[in-house]
């Protein structure tokens, strides 16, 4: 059984920083894209960034520039630094990864942007 695990979520004043964490777990195989989404109250999950497992890198034009995707094969583990937040930014944070052709999220960690 598969599980991806987020930590890093918090409050924070905005222009501050955070970085989120992701941890892959179970049985994998390989693990191909790896991304982040997020979901504010009221509004529908929106992709946020992705990274392919070699290394290439996209990001909503919302947040290009400010956050920066990376991963850790070896660790199964995709991290998501996200400088210069903005009250806009405030959101449940998801963890998606696609392991041996399934699609997987995780629990969410909330990420909350003071003005």
């Known amino acids: 059984q598969v599980q991806l695990v987020e930590s890093g979520g918090g409050l924070v004043q905005a222009g501050g920083s955070l970085r989120l964490s992701c941890a892959a777990s179970g049985s994998i195989f390989s693990i191909n894209a790896m991304g982040w989404y997020r979901q504010a109250p009221g509004k529908q999950r929106e992709w946020v960034a992705v990274i392919t497992n070699g290394g290439t890198t996209k990001y909503r034009d919302s947040v290009k520039g400010r956050f920066t995707i990376s991963r850790d094969n070896a660790k199964n583990t995709v991290y998501l630094q996200m400088n210069s937040l903005k009250p806009e930014d405030t959101a449940v944070y998801y963890c998606?990864?696609?392991?041996?052709?399934?699609?997987?999220w995780g629990q969410g960690t909330q990420v909350t942007v003071s003005s």
């Open positions: 998606n990864a696609v392991i041996d052709y399934h699609s997987y």
